[in-house]
T-cell receptor
Framework: DAGVIQSPRHEVTEMGQEVTLRCKPISGHDYLFWYRQTMMRGLELLIYFNNNVPIDDSGMPEDRFSAKMPNASFSTLKIQPSEPRDSAVYFC?????????FGPGTRLTVT | GENVEQHPSTLSVQEGDSAVIKCTYSDSASNYFPWYKQELGKRPQLIID?????GEKKDQRIAVTLNKTAKHFSLHITETQPEDSAVYFCAARQDNNDMRFGAGTRLTVKP
């Protein structure tokens, strides 16, 4: 298995633009998580899905952030409009019930 | 919700010495406690985990202990090597698979 796949690996955009991050979980994993990592706030859980259904989105910072999981092999995290304070590394992770495996992350820079 | 505290934030040891990182959690319903290692610019990698029905688990030079009564768990690394240098994160998870991470410990192993 290729592991969790994320794209793009790096994204540089201007403030106000829409950003879409993509994730393909490990086949057979029924949980998918989106995290944000910054020096100031550490590793934050944004939202997670079980069987494609959002279970807890209380970590999503504000309405500018949205996430979808249209099927078991694909999820997106969208930021619209983006702001400089959204600059961070965004990780997707997937799991069965226990071990959670992270993707390589997307480094987002908003100028 | 769950709150995970991790100490120390930085730890420096001499090669060959042992390193201990400690975490406490707030929610007695948490039942799964993984540890992740994150090297600079890389994704968090699961290195060991423990479930609530076990008090200790060992894998070669690393071990984890869990005290459910006191709600704390620890990572022990023996015979440290320079390649153990990284940031280590503890986490606690509840039945709903909501995972909360500690703030991380930057471990430096001096040759």
């Amino acid at each position: 298995d290729a592991g969790v796949i994320q794209s793009p690996r790096h994204e540089v955009t201007e403030m106000g633009q829409e950003v879409t991050l993509r994730c393909k979980p490990i086949s057979g994993h029924d949980y998918l998580f989106w995290y944000r990592q910054t020096m100031m706030r550490g590793l934050e859980l944004l939202i997670y899905f079980n069987n494609n259904v959002p279970i807890d989105d209380s970590g999503m910072p504000e309405d500018r952030f949205s996430a979808k999981m249209p099927n078991a092999s694909f999820s997106t995290l969208k930021i619209q409009p983006s702001e400089p304070r959204d600059s961070a590394v965004y990780f997707c992770a997937s799991s069965t019930f226990y071990e959670q495996y992270f993707g390589p992350g997307t480094r987002l820079t908003v100028t | 919700g769950e709150n995970v505290e991790q100490h120390p934030s930085t730890l420096s040891v001499q090669e060959g010495d042992s390193a201990v990182i400690k975490c406490t959690y707030s929610d007695s319903a948490s039942n799964y406690f993984p540890w992740y290692k994150q090297e600079l610019g890389k994704r968090p990698q699961l290195i060991i985990d423990i479930r609530s029905n076990v008090g200790e688990k060992k894998d070669q030079r690393i071990a984890v202990t869990l005290n459910k009564t006191a709600k704390h768990f620890s990572l022990h690394i023996t015979e440290t090597q320079p390649e153990d240098s990284a940031v280590y994160f503890c986490a606690a998870r509840q039945d709903n698979n909501d995972m909360r991470f500690g703030a991380g410990t930057r471990l430096t192993v001096k040759p």
